[in-house]
């Protein structure tokens, strides 16, 4: 008897573990097979993020329709913070992995960092506004030396010893520069730009395990015609952190592109176009899908109203000129020191510029290449005499006296003054002419140029009233303004 209810108890503990069995397989299918893909949803965690497309810039023309500056397909090396590590150990070996093939094919990257490439490191000259962010931005003391920011970058982004000191500084610099352009799923950082086809193949080769790599195709700017008064033409750069606070509310990022000078920045609105936006969508931070939601739309075309070829020549003028006087060997010697000038040939119905000379001069694509050849070159190539040089106008200015003494009504068309070489009114001053021309009227005095005549103008007018005429004719005065008052 006690042996059935022991056999008894078995069955039954048995039967219990079965029943609980069951009821296990029932909820476990109901979670698994009923419920399956409700869970599985729940557990997925899906992010869209949308990019920016950049839109290729308008192009530059002349008044002939030659090409000043294009645009040709470069390739670009971005990272993609989906596919980027998030750990600064995998951090600083993808960038160093990026950075050292770079280094040796001789490719430059971005790196703004105001400090030398080398120890002992020092801050850069003339970056006072940068070197005061830098420090902000990596919280040190205002007054933290180059050496001090340096190690507070190494230990903010864990760079450890495994480097050496250079990489290391190279690593900080692009990390920093990643910071500044606000690298994150909606803004893809710029690692380098127009790479060569050779490195290009080197870093898809090594991309399994640079992670977040990729290189791009982009519209990178050029300068068919760098010669063709390239002072005007300007260049184009990366968004500084000021030219960005201003234009942020225009649809400005911080890793774009904005014209730094000349036509580049005065036309900026026209030559930027319209940007497009890419959609990713992330499910468990892997990218599922990669649409371009919204086409980016090219700058329009700006054409300048100057024709290269006459520009070129009047540039080629102007450099002979100063030649010539730099040459002379006769006993005047007039100009022999000269070393810098500038012509201007405008459109006397619109006041459109037709040439635009300044001498020295250089080419935008040396410009870009080597600036330091540019910016160190003699007499200052950089300076557009043109716009920026303050010189006395000379016998141009005569136009104006004759204007003022005729409208004023010192003279009339028929009036005459003698030219005797030396002009003998006052007793202490007395300037003299080119040549002896007689009893002249102002027609004669503009067309010989006559400097008796019109020292006899400008005696009888007074400083007030020549200043007077010289402003109604726009001196002084902003071109642009003046020009669109003669029109309107
Ligand atoms: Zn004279």
Redesign the pocket.
């Known amino acids: 008897m006690q042996k059935f209810f022991e056999r008894m108890r078995a069955v039954l503990f048995f039967v219990v573990v079965l029943v609980m069995l069951a009821l296990c397989c029932i909820d476990l299918m109901k979670i698994q097979i009923v419920d399956g893909a409700e869970y599985l949803e729940k557990a997925k965690t899906t992010r869209m993020a949308s990019q920016v497309i950049t839109s290729p810039r308008g192009e530059i023309i002349d008044s002939s329709g030659n090409e000043i500056v294009s645009n040709k397909t470069g390739f670009n090396v971005i990272l993609e913070k989906a596919f980027f590590p998030s750990d600064d150990d995998d951090i600083n070996r993808v960038i160093w992995g990026i950075a050292r093939i770079l280094d040796r094919d001789g490719v430059e990257w971005i790196d703004n960092l105001p400090i030398t490439m080398e120890e002992p490191y020092e801050y850069l000259e003339a970056q006072d506004s940068s070197i005061v962010r830098l420090r902000t931005n990596i919280k040190v003391q205002p007054y933290a030396t180059a050496g001090d920011c340096i190690s507070a970058m190494y230990d903010m982004y864990g760079i450890n010893d495994e480097y050496s000191e250079r990489e290391k500084r190279i690593i900080a610099g692009i990390r920093y520069e990643m910071f500044l352009r606000s690298f994150s799923l909606s803004n893809r950082y710029t690692f380098a730009e127009d790479i060569p086809m050779d490195t290009v193949v080197k870093l898809k080769e090594a991309s399994f395990s640079l992670e977040g790599m990729d290189i791009v195709e982009e519209a990178v700017r050029v300068y068919s015609i760098g010669d063709a008064a390239p002072h005007l033409i300007g260049t184009v750069g990366a968004i500084s952190a000021e030219e960005y606070e201003l234009r942020k509310d225009d649809g400005y990022a911080l890793n774009d592109v904005i014209g730094k000078s000349g036509i580049e920045k005065a036309m900026e609105s026209e030559l930027r176009g319209t940007k497009g936006t890419r959609t990713l969508e992330l499910v468990n931070g892997v990218v599922t899908s990669d649409i371009v939601t919204e086409e980016a739309s090219p700058g329009h075309t700006v054409k300048l109203t100057f024709d290269v070829d006459y520009q070129r020549d009047v540039q080629e003028i102007l450099e002979n000129h100063i030649k010539w006087l730099n040459a002379q060997t006769s006993s005047q010697k007039k100009g022999e020191n000269a070393d810098a000038g500038a012509i201007v040939v405008l459109d006397t119905k619109n006041g459109a510029l037709l040439a635009a000379a300044t001498y020295p001069t250089y080419d935008l694509n040396d410009y870009i290449t080597d600036y330091a050849s540019v910016v160190n070159g003699e007499n200052s190539p950089l300076t557009n005499r043109a716009t920026h040089g303050l010189y006395r106008p000379g016998s141009t200015f005569k136009t104006v006296t004759a204007t003022a003494a005729l409208n004023e009504g010192y003279i009339t068309s028929g009036s005459t003054v003698t030219?005797n070489?030396v002009y003998t009114y006052w007793d202490d001053y007395k300037p003299e002419?080119?040549?002896?021309?007689g009893r002249?009227n102002v027609v004669t005095?503009l067309e010989?140029s006559?400097?008796?005549?019109f020292y006899e103008m400008g005696r009888l007018l007074g400083p007030e009233l020549i200043a007077r005429y010289a402003n109604m004719y726009g001196l002084g005065n902003d071109t642009y303004r003046t020009y669109w008052h003669s029109v309107l």
């Open positions: 030219c070489k002419c080119t040549g002896w021309h002249i005095a010989k006559c400097n008796i005549f």
